[in-house]
């Protein structure tokens, strides 16, 4: 009986942690449904509530979910939740699998980002979806983290105002049952707003195209024979009818980015429809609003066949003392009578619509003005295929322009200061010759922090340094793309009583394979707050000041059973610096006119002598570099700085600092050579040659 009890209690027990857990179950189903109810209803905020606290009580956040939250807070300009959406979107990247729904949306994703990828990259990308390969997640996740304005957390600024984008084109550029937004959002989405846009519809200027077309046609008012006239005034009118027959009143958007590239012209997207409608589709150029057939040179452009339309539009006239009708423009150009020029339709009509957009933008003027001066050249007589020719020049500056543009570009980034970062990494070796980086940054924040403080204050007199931080994060890329785990600092901007050789600098476990950095560097204002909230007009955060990247490659990491020394930094020495040593390091090896030079140096495996203690010879050459006629005028002979020191130590390892007064040389280029050997006059052992000049 007691046995029966325990069993039936068991049973009973798993009963109930089954019922707890099944329950437990379909009240987070519930949460996402109730999520889903709350949305339609309107209740944004409800909505994204209980979609977070149901990926909470998952054991692993879903890619759909994370989809389709931080869509819905982008859209409604919930600002509360992006940093939490942003996190749910990447952590769903880390799915192992995904379903049907998840399918779709990935796809989606795709087409958000089809002008951002290439077309080979797009089919393959879409290949791992059909496929269920989660290697698709693996990609949108390095894909945005390396796109992360601030690498330091895991907010995502640069995600979030992706779908900023993707939301605004879904409301503006939803023009068409077929797709979800025309090419006008694909733009968007890669740049954001243009500088500068303009829309309308290409309008017929009768006055315009008689002038271009008198230009180079007789219009029949001359002093010819009646004949010659007659034929001239023809070729003329049927001309303008033809030009005028082709124009469609085209409807156009053109849009003009100033800052995306650092070339001359700047970078015109245009868009635009012959149909009449909303849906706007992407132009390689103005030309192409002109219909294919009036850039013919067959005979439907002819002025004297008229071959477009019906062929309305030919001169008939009856010839005084013959009583009967003759088509005197044609039987006159048979018969080499009249003096005008072929105008091909197409070319009044690619004249008229530059024009129409040339005060937009330098871009468009140039092109008008570049077929303007060939057509207005008289001298020369035109080939009846330049209104094609213009129109692949045309076509091919406005591709060449759209290839230098990036791939995308973040316009909340460009709302705060650039503090123009450097990154400097040098190698050293701790204890155990294990190498290390002591990475240095450079960073340019006087202009941010002058400019905040002038915000809050109004006055310059005191400016609190101490109320801003600079964050630092420095990413590892490998030979093969690999990444490894980032590294990351904190400092307060104001550092002028730290060791100039450790201010700025991060020290950093040498990864050994990694071939190159990437270093970030973040402007807080701290008295704001610790990483507050998110602006109103961007997707940064409010503090943020300012922010600087640079990519730089590794030193080697090798390491000698011999005497060796890490990398040299090179500096020089100045008094009028704030701080105690008055050593100044120069990253660029640039050494001012009048300065002595001061290099600092680890050396290592020193050699052991009888006494037990360690020693080595320095020796130091410092030599001008010369052109070769230079060296062939002074026969050879070259200006060198040497001197040799003797160190003992009672360690395999040393570290010094020196100081070789060089406040005579020249401005020029110079070589410094360090020798190291066991004892002076014995074989060298290590060479250093550190290039640098003096200004």
Do not use: C
């Not at 989660?134 to 105002?161: A, G, K, M, Q, V």
């Amino acid at each position: 009986m007691a046995l029966l009890s325990s069993i039936i209690s068991v049973i009973f027990l798993f009963a109930v942690e089954a019922f707890q857990d099944t329950s437990a179950f379909y009240e987070n189903v519930n949460l996402y449904e109730q999520g889903i109810a709350e949305k339609e209803a309107g209740n944004h905020e409800r909505a994204a509530e209980l979609w977070i606290e149901h990926a909470s009580r998952s054991e692993a956040p879903d890619y759909s979910l994370g989809h389709e939250l931080i869509q819905h807070v982008t859209k409604h300009s919930l600002r509360n939740y992006y940093e939490k959406a942003s996190e749910l979107y990447m952590l769903g990247l880390d799915s192992e699998r995904f379903d049907e729904r998840a399918k779709e949306l990935l796809h989606n994703e795709l087409y958000y980002m089809e002008g951002m990828l290439g077309q080979r990259e797009r089919r393959h990308l879409r290949g791992l979806i059909d496929d269920g390969d989660t290697e698709i997640l693996h990609f949108l996740r390095e894909y945005w983290e390396i796109r992360n304005i601030t690498p330091s957390d895991s907010y995502n600024e640069r995600l979030l105002e992706h779908w900023e984008r993707i939301n605004y084109a879904y409301e503006n550029f939803n023009t068409s049952d077929r797709t979800l937004f025309d090419d006008r959002g694909k733009t968007y989405i890669r740049f954001g707003e243009p500088n500068r846009k303009r829309s309308g519809v290409f309008m017929y200027n009768p006055g315009f195209a008689n002038y271009i077309i008198a230009t180079r046609m007789d219009d029949g008012r001359g002093q010819n024979s009646g004949l010659e006239n007659a034929i001239n005034t023809t070729t003329y009118l049927n001309t303008l009818y033809q030009v005028r027959a082709y124009h469609e009143y085209p409807s156009f958007e053109a849009w003009v980015y100033t800052d995306l590239t650092d070339d001359p012209d700047n970078v015109v997207y245009i868009f635009g429809n012959t149909h009449g409608g909303a849906e706007m589709s992407a132009k390689q150029s103005v030309d192409d609003f002109i219909p294919s057939a009036a850039y013919s040179i067959t005979d439907r452009n002819n002025p004297v066949s008229m071959g477009i339309a019906d062929g309305a539009g030919s001169g008939t006239v009856t010839l005084r003392g013959r009583g009967e009708e003759t088509d005197v423009a044609l039987e006159g150009a048979t018969g080499g009578i009249g003096n005008s020029e072929r105008i091909i339709p197409a070319m009044v009509l690619q004249f008229m619509y530059y024009r129409q957009l040339a005060s937009l933008d330098v871009f468009f003027s140039e092109r008008y003005d570049e077929m303007m001066d060939t057509y207005m050249n008289t001298s020369i007589r035109l080939p009846v295929s330049t209104a094609r020719r213009f129109q692949q020049l045309n076509s091919s500056r406005f591709l060449i322009s759209q290839a230098s543009a990036p791939e995308e570009r973040s316009t909340s980034a460009a709302r705060v200061f650039n503090i123009a970062t450097e990154v400097y990494p040098y190698r050293f070796f701790d204890e155990n010759l294990k190498p290390y980086l002591k990475i240095y940054f450079e960073e340019d924040t006087e202009e941010a922090i002058t400019f905040e403080e002038l915000k809050k204050r109004h006055n310059l007199e005191d400016i609190r340094y101490e109320d801003y931080e600079v964050v630092r994060t420095v990413q590892f890329k490998g030979v093969n793309g690999e990444r490894f785990d980032p590294v990351r600092s904190r400092s307060i901007v104001e550092q002028s009583s730290i060791d100039p050789l450790e201010r700025n600098m991060i020290h950093i476990p040498y990864n050994i394979g990694a071939q190159s950095i990437t270093a970030h560097s973040e402007l807080y204002d701290i008295s704001l707050g610790d990483r507050n909230g998110i602006s109103e007009v961007t997707t940064l955060r409010e503090n943020l000041k300012g922010i600087g990247s640079s990519s730089t490659d590794l030193p080697q990491a090798d390491t000698s059973d011999d005497l060796f020394t890490s990398d040299v930094i090179i500096g020089y020495r100045d008094d009028e610096l704030d701080y105690d040593s008055g050593f100044a390091i120069s990253h660029e090896r640039v050494i001012p006119s009048g300065k002595s030079i001061n290099f600092y140096y680890e050396a290592y495996n020193i050699p052991q002598d009888d006494t037990g203690l360690y020693s080595y010879s320095l020796t130091y050459r410092i030599a001008r570099d010369r052109s070769r006629l230079g060296r062939i005028i002074r026969f050879g002979r070259t200006s060198e700085t040497s001197m040799t020191i003797n160190n003992t130590h009672s360690a395999p390892r040393f570290s010094q600092m020196l100081e070789i007064v060089t406040d005579e040389l020249e401005p020029g280029n110079y070589t410094l050579e360090l020798l190291l050997s066991a004892e002076e006059d014995t074989d060298t052992l290590h060479r250093e040659m550190i290039l640098f000049s003096v200004r």
